[in-house]
C-alpha cells in the first residue's frame, strides 16, 4: 500500500500533460491554492457527474484564488474528448504511468462490487500557496464530494 498524504506534508511535485498537450506542473502554481482530483476513468458516470460538479462551481473557486486540476490515467486524446463532450474548462491531466497517482497514495487496493482489485482511488487534495498539503480526501464518492468540498473551503 501507498503512503497517504497529511496535512502539512510537502505536496508531491509533478509535470503532466493536459488534454490540450500543454505541460502542467505543480511548480507553475506555487504562491495559488490548488484543488488536485484525481479520479478513475474520463467519460464514465461517476467521473463526468465529479468532473461537470467542479466545472458547475469553477467559478466560485476561482473567485478565490483556487485552480482546479483533474488527473486520470486517461492518455490525452481521451481527456480532450471528456473535455470537449462536458464542456469542461479547468485542466484534465494525464499520468498514464501512475506515477504522481502513487506519489499521492491514490493507486492501490480498493473495493468494487465486493472484489478487492487494484485501481485509482478517487481522492482529492488542496495544496496551499506554499505546495503543503491544506487538505486529504481518500475515497471520496462522486456525487455530493464538490459540494462537501465547497464546504471545507469556505467557498459559496
Known amino acids: 500500500?501507498?503512503?497517504r498524504l497529511e496535512p502539512g506534508d510537502a505536496a508531491p511535485g509533478f509535470t503532466l500533460t493536459s488534454a490540450d498537450g500543454d505541460d502542467v506542473s505543480l511548480d507553475s502554481l506555487h504562491g495559488k491554492r490548488v484543488v488536485l482530483y484525481f479520479y478513475p476513468a474520463a467519460m464514465t458516470p461517476g467521473c463526468t457527474k465529479q468532473a461537470c460538479?467542479?466545472?458547475?462551481?469553477?467559478?466560485?473557486?476561482?473567485e478565490k484564488g483556487i485552480t482546479v486540476l483533474g488527473v486520470s490515467k486517461d492518455k490525452p486524446a481521451k481527456l480532450r474528448q471528456f473535455a470537449e463532450r462536458d464542456a469542461l474548462t479547468f485542466p484534465l491531466l494525464s499520468d498514464e504511468d501512475l506515477e504522481v497517482h502513487k506519489a499521492y497514495g491514490v493507486y492501490g487496493e480498493k473495493q468494487n462490487y465486493g472484489k478487492t482489485i487494484m485501481g485509482v482511488i478517487r481522492?482529492?487534495?488542496?495544496?496551499?500557496?506554499?505546495?503543503?498539503?491544506e487538505k486529504a480526501f481518500y475515497n471520496v464518492r462522486a456525487t455530493g464530494h464538490v459540494a462537501?468540498?465547497?464546504?471545507?473551503l469556505g467557498v459559496s
Request: hydrophobic share 40%.
Open 123 to 133: 481522492s482529492t487534495f488542496v495544496i496551499d500557496p506554499d505546495g503543503k498539503i
Open 148 to 152: 462537501r468540498l465547497l464546504k471545507e
Open 53 to 62: 460538479d467542479f466545472r458547475d462551481n469553477l467559478g466560485a473557486l476561482t
Open 1 to 3: 500500500m501507498t503512503q
